[in-house]
């Protein structure tokens, strides 16, 4: 059983750019979240999906958006990148569509914006 | 407002030294409170799932409990290697998906 994946590992983009994170999901599992993480801090939910749709956001601007893909992998885009956005970008696997309680977490993407 | 504090927000133990994390949480119906651990630079591993009052849950030298205001994460025996951070998050009755965070426990145990 594979666990959840993510890439890159690293990120430096400048203000004002456009970033795509990977994220794949452990085997069998059909949700991906996405959390932005600050140093410091806990996890901050950006969305949810659930068979390719989104089916939850927290209070992040319409600049970041997803995708997810029929084999469940999944995309978080963050456009217009500001300062504020450096952070430990996570992605988190579970079965059911929310109704599974327990998301494992990837090791996580570290995006820095100068 | 749901909120979700954890407590210390450091900790410093000898190896063997025994102690407890807090996590009191204010939500409106609990679905869930989960533990999980988190080293740094990584992505946090799950621990713990408690649904009700008075459930515990016990792995290695860890051990879960949760009331109707808080739960405790209870730290037998600790070693060097089970320094961390420890995070606590609940998901609410009337939520499929979103869990609230705290800002968790940088616990750390010397040799």
């Known amino acids: 059983e594979t666990g959840v994946t993510q890439s890159p590992t690293h990120l430096i983009k400048t203000r004002g750019q456009q970033v795509t994170l990977r994220c794949s999901s452990q085997?069998?599992?059909?949700?991906v979240s996405w959390y932005q993480q600050a140093l410091g801090q806990g996890p901050q939910f950006i969305f949810q999906y659930y068979r390719e749709e989104e089916n939850g956001r927290g209070n992040f601007p319409p600049r970041f958006s997803g995708l997810q893909f029929p084999n469940y992998s999944s995309e978080l885009n963050v456009n217009a990148l500001e300062l504020d956005d450096s952070a430990l970008y996570l992605c988190a696997s579970s079965l059911g569509g929310g109704l599974s309680y327990e998301q494992y977490f990837g090791p996580g993407t570290r995006l820095t914006v100068t | 407002e749901d909120q979700v504090t954890q407590s210390p927000e450091a900790l410093r133990l000898q190896e063997g030294e025994s102690s407890s994390l807090n996590c009191s949480y204010t939500?409106?119906?609990?679905?869930?409170l989960f533990w999980y651990r988190q080293d740094p630079g990584k992505g946090p591993e799950f621990l713990f799932t408690l649904y009700s009052a008075g459930e515990e849950k016990e792995k290695e030298r860890l051990k879960a409990t949760l009331t109707k205001k808080e739960s405790f994460l209870h730290i037998t025996a600790p070693k060097p290697e089970d320094s961390a951070t420890y995070l606590c998050a609940v998901r609410r009755m009337d939520s499929n998906y979103q869990l609230i965070w705290g800002a968790g426990t940088k616990l750390i145990i010397k040799p």
């Open positions: 939500v409106s119906g609990l679905r869930g």
């Open positions: 085997s069998g599992h059909n949700t």
